[in-house]
């Protein structure tokens, strides 16, 4: 079971697929790739980078901005697809990887090691927080593009409130690295467009 990678090619050609779908705005192939070039960065990191990787591929494969478990539904996904590639403590970290996407919160699990690389995993999602300035607004009007059936207060209203649950956590990054890197300017792009929002339209 070893010897067959956890993500191969036909695998990662029908993940593409999905992630090309319509309506992806941000939530798409350049997203995962970014999080490869991450996980790349800081491999050394990593317990198991493969599941690592594995997680960073299924964690938005299902995705629909009118749905609430997405995160769910792209769990399950992963332990279907990878059923019989690796054993069922390995699928349970990564399902608890991909299932932490929702809140950003860690998953508790017994080892420090499968922690640790929860926290990597969740940091590189997060990455695009610290950001530049233009490409963090790029993101964010890409996201606003995903949710455009959204009427414009309620966009203010909703997406103000995920700003302000981040701001307002003593780090927004688990790991020393990420929040080394990207925490500073994380605030203050976040900050910036909480002005935006909140500002009379």
Do not use: C
Not at 25 to 43: G, K, P, T
Not at 69 to 77: F, I, T
Not at 86 to 94: F, S
Not at 162 to 167: N, P, R
Request: hydrophobic letters at 45%; proline letters at 4%.
């Amino acid at each position: 079971m070893k010897d067959q990678p956890l993500i191969d090619e036909p695998l990662k050609q029908e993940l593409s697929a999905l992630y090309r779908a319509e309506g992806r705005h941000y939530h798409n192939l350049a997203h995962i790739e970014a999080m490869l070039v991450l996980a790349a960065d800081y491999r050394a990191l990593f317990g198991d980078p493969e599941a690592v990787e594995a997680a960073i591929w299924f964690h938005d494969a299902i995705y629909d901005s009118k749905a609430k478990d997405n995160e769910a539904r792209s769990a399950a996904l992963a332990e279907k697809k990878l059923a019989g590639r690796t054993d069922a403590g390995r699928l349970d970290r990564i399902g608890a990887m991909i299932l932490a996407t929702a809140t950003h919160q860690l998953p508790r699990f017994d080892d420090n090691t499968a922690t640790r690389d929860a926290s990597l995993f969740l940091d590189m999602d997060l990455s695009i927080l610290g950001a530049a300035p233009d490409a963090f607004d790029a993101y964010e009007r890409a996201v606003r593009q995903e949710y455009d059936w959204v009427e414009e207060p309620m966009w203010r209203a909703g997406r103000g409130a995920v700003l302000k649950d981040f701001i307002a956590r003593p780090r927004i990054f688990h790991t020393e690295e990420f929040r080394q890197r990207f925490e500073p300017q994380a605030r203050l792009n976040m900050a910036r467009s909480l002005e935006t929002l909140q500002r009379p339209s």
